[in-house]
Structures are given as C-alpha cells and as structure tokens.
C-alpha cells in the first residue's frame, strides 16, 4: 500500500508541476482579451459612459475610424517579423492621401488611376527603407527615420501645408462614409485586408521564411534563404498597405491634410507590439495586433466620454506602446531560456 501511496504522489507531482507552465501560457494567449473585456464591461456600467458608450452608433463610430490605424498596424508587423522597425509608416500614410487626393482633385485624373498612384508612392518608399535597410545595411530605425522626415518635408513643399478639401471624387468618400450591411465599408476593407496578410503569414512559405530571418538571420542564410530580399520585399508589402490606408484615410475624411500622417505610427506601433503580447505571445500575428487596436481605441473613446482631456488619447498611445515592448521583450526573452 505504502508502495503504491508513494507511486500515486509522484505521479501527480510532475502532473501539477506540468499544469503551472500550461496555465501561465493560457494567461498570456487570452489576457489582453479578458483585459478588453473588462475594460469595455467598465465603461458599459460606469455612471458618465454608461448612456453612450455601449450604444450601437459608438462601436459603429470607434470601428470605422480605428480602420485606418489597423491596417497602419499591420503593415508595421511584416518588417517587424524580420525583425525591423519600420518608423515611416505614418509618413506614407499621409503621402498617399496627398497623392491620391491630387492626382484626383487638382490634376482631375481617373479614380483608377489616382488611387493606384497613392499606392504606389507607398510602395516606392517601402522599396528605398528596404534597400538601405537589407542592401546598405543601414539601421532600420535611421534608414524609415529619415525617410518619414524626407517625405514629410516633400509633403510640405508640395502642398504648403494647406489642406485638400475640394474636389475629391464623391465616389471615394462614399467608400468612407458609406455602410455595408450596416458595417462601415471601411471596417469591410479591413476585414479583407486582415484574412490576407492572416493568410500570407500564416500559411504561405513566405511567410515562414519572413519568420525565420526574423528569429536568426544567420540561420536563415545557413539554410539558403536570401534574407535581403526577405526583408526588401517585407518593407515594400508594407509600403503597398500604408498606401491602401492612405487612400482610406482619404476617402473617410473627405479631405487631404499634410499633417495628420505622422500621428499613425505610435498608434500602428503600439498595436503591433500589443499584438507580440497576445494570442501567440511573443510573435507579431494578426489576430492579436487588431485585439491590440481594439483595446487602444475603446479605452481612448472610454475615457473621452468620461471627461478625459485631449492629452489622455497621446499619452495612452505611448505608455501602451512602452508597457507592449517591456511585456514582449520578456515573454521572448523567456521562451528563449535567456531569462
């Protein structure tokens, strides 16, 4: 009896000391998605929000304007999963609403055309950040550093910082304004937006090697991959979705200005590395990034019902953004055995 006693005890002893790795990977996958539920539970019961906060038209209001930022986030997370910054993802936002709302409005171009061409200034600057980064071997953080601030003072000469607000196409600012199924059209965008890169990540080859270079770029080598291409193609792709954001921002406000796009990237960079904490912690991925742009977002609106001063929505961005990398940078760091 004594035998089998002192069996059944060691046997159940690896078994609880198996459960605690387990349940503290379950509180890390689900937590920034409990942490948004009892967020929005809060503001949904609180005195000053409880009348408009939990409404319909708020939620409808919040997913339509957060769109723009998400798909900003999500082309943050494919040079991020080679393990580059990308600094210069507001600029290009900003870059291709000024394009399009140009080459439309002012230069009276096709709508085909003129949205093409502000996809393709992202593009063009996605293809230099790549090639100083992966080809010059110039630092990632300096090469979009000083490409956001190149185009910023191009965007200014350009348009001598006044804003675009005649001219643009009514069929655009439809897809801005408009619903679908009672869902803003460019929530529906970004719904697409998000099964894509989802799919690119997760279950093409690409995505695989874009990881791998992340996680060892000598492995990556070791194994014949062409890690400078990898990461090129990473900067232009997320130049090509800065350039899809740019368009919807235009087509959401209605007009032009050279000064908003820069205000995306701590937002975008704050969600990505929300994201790195969540669902697949410790890994740029989808799901999590736009679970981090929901939590951003609702927490901002919460607090602007309840009185918040204009400063709150600025300094929430960056200490969500600080907390995020502390958070991810152990969790890898942990996984890695280096901590």
Same mark, same amino acid.
């Given at each position: ?238 130049? =090509? ?85 502390? =958070? ?12």
């Amino acid at each position: 009896m004594a035998t089998n006693r002192e069996a059944t005890v060691g046997s159940a002893a690896p078994a609880t000391l198996r459960r605690g790795p387990e349940l503290l990977a379950q509180l890390e996958k689900y937590a920034l998605a409990v942490l948004f539920a009892a967020l929005c539970l809060f503001f949904t019961v609180y005195g000053q929000t409880a009348e408009t906060f939990p409404t319909l038209a708020n939620f409808r209001n919040v997913l339509g304007s957060q769109s723009v930022i998400a798909v900003a986030a999500l082309a943050s997370i494919l040079p991020l999963t080679c393990g580059k910054f990308d600094l210069s993802v507001g600029a290009m936002i900003g870059l291709s609403s000024i394009v399009t709302g140009s080459a439309a409005a002012t230069h009276e171009l096709p709508l085909a055309v003129a949205v093409s061409l502000g996809v393709l200034s992202g593009a063009v600057v996605g293809l230099l950040n790549g090639w100083l980064v992966a080809y010059r071997d110039v630092n990632a953080l300096i090469a979009t550093l000083g490409t956001s601030t190149v185009v910023a003072g191009l965007i200014s000469l350009y348009t001598e910082n006044q804003v675009l607000s005649t001219g643009i196409p009514e069929a655009l600012t439809n897809v801005g304004s408009g619903q679908w199924l009672g869902v803003p059209r460019t929530l529906w965008a970004l719904v697409f937006i998000s099964v894509l890169v989802y799919y690119l990540l997760r279950h093409t080859p690409y995505g695989r090697y874009l990881a791998s270079v992340g996680s060892s770029p000598t492995s990556a080598r070791l194994v014949g991959l062409d890690v400078s291409r990898m990461v090129l193609s990473s900067f232009v792709l997320s130049g =090509v979705l800065c350039g899809i954001a740019g368009v919807l921002l235009l087509a959401r406000a209605g007009t032009a200005n050279p000064l908003v796009g820069p205000g995306f990237t701590l937002p975008a960079l704050s969600a990505a590395f929300l994201g790195a904490t969540a669902i697949k912690p410790g890994t740029f991925n989808v799901v999590g990034t736009l679970l981090g742009v929901l939590f951003v977002a609702f927490s901002v609106n919460g607090l602007v019902l309840a009185g918040a001063a204009d400063w709150v929505e600025p300094t929430f961005n960056g200490v969500a953004l600080l907390v995020a990398v502390a =958070v991810s940078t152990a969790i890898s760091q942990r996984r890695s055995g280096k901590a």
